[in-house]
């Protein structure tokens, strides 16, 4: 069926460290991907998105990459800061619809 | 832009009671808005999908007359929790979306506590 799934549950980095959070989809067909942070207690906020037509997109300190080959999607975040600790979502949408499909999470750790 | 609002941000309330969520769209309209469920360390569970005029629709296992949904005007969608009880206690998000904008847009979210 239609899944977005994270490799990694618990991602530990140094601050100033470079933070890559990664993501695989099954749906082959998919063209458009977000990705979401969130912190403990808030609702989820939009920080990138990319569509199947593009293999990079850069934002600011973040970078979306897209292998379409191996289905895997990626979120670079650069100088990793304590503010960026939180969950991590990779979401696309559902075949035919609007409803988001959510990746289980990735929980992002920035030691000081 | 794009700024989604929830109220209450936080709620208590005794068992038996009826307590709604409201979730307004502040600078957009939003002809779709969804509700979500998300238990700790959890993923967000979609519950309804709320269509501006028309019956909200509803996922599987989620029961519509325990959880009424109104989206009267294209800024502001409800969502009411009939007889709640301490297993409806949870983290309800709201999200809208255009299809100008495409992306959903996530409130802050609403924490109930049924005791």
């Known amino acids: 069926g239609e899944s977005v799934g994270l490799h990694l549950p618990t991602l530990s980095v140094q601050e100033g460290d470079n933070s890559i959070i990664n993501c695989a989809y099954s749906?082959?067909?998919?063209?458009?991907f977000i990705w979401y942070k969130q912190e403990s207690g808030k609702g989820p906020q939009f920080i990138i998105d990319?569509?199947?037509?593009?293999d990079k997109r850069q934002g600011q300190r973040v970078t979306v990459l897209l292998n379409k080959t191996v289905k895997h999607l990626s979120l670079q975040i650069a100088a990793t800061q304590p503010g960026d600790s939180a969950v991590y979502f990779c979401?696309?949408?559902?075949?035919?619809?609007?409803?988001?499909?959510f990746g289980a999470g990735t929980i992002l750790r920035v030691k000081s | 832009g794009a700024v989604v609002s929830q109220h209450p941000s936080r709620v208590i309330c005794k068992s038996g009671t009826s307590v709604k969520i409201e979730c307004r769209s502040l600078d957009f309209q939003a002809t779709t808005m969804f509700w979500y469920r998300q238990f700790p360390k959890k993923s967000l569970m979609l519950m309804a999908t709320?269509?501006?005029?028309?019956?909200?629709?509803?996922e599987q296992g989620v029961e519509k007359d325990k959880f009424l949904i109104n989206h009267a005007s294209l800024t502001l969608s409800t969502l009411t929790v009939t007889s709640a009880h301490p297993e409806d206690s949870s983290f309800y998000i709201c999200?809208?979306?255009?299809?100008?904008?495409?992306?959903?847009?996530f409130g802050p979210g609403t924490r109930l506590l049924v005791l």
């Open positions: 990319i569509r199947s037509n593009m």
């Open positions: 749906n082959s067909a998919s063209d458009y």
């Open positions: 979401a696309e949408p559902q075949r035919g619809g609007n409803k988001l499909v």
């Open positions: 999200s809208a979306l255009t299809r100008a904008l495409e992306t959903q847009y």
């Open positions: 709320s269509n501006e005029g028309s019956k909200a629709t509803y």
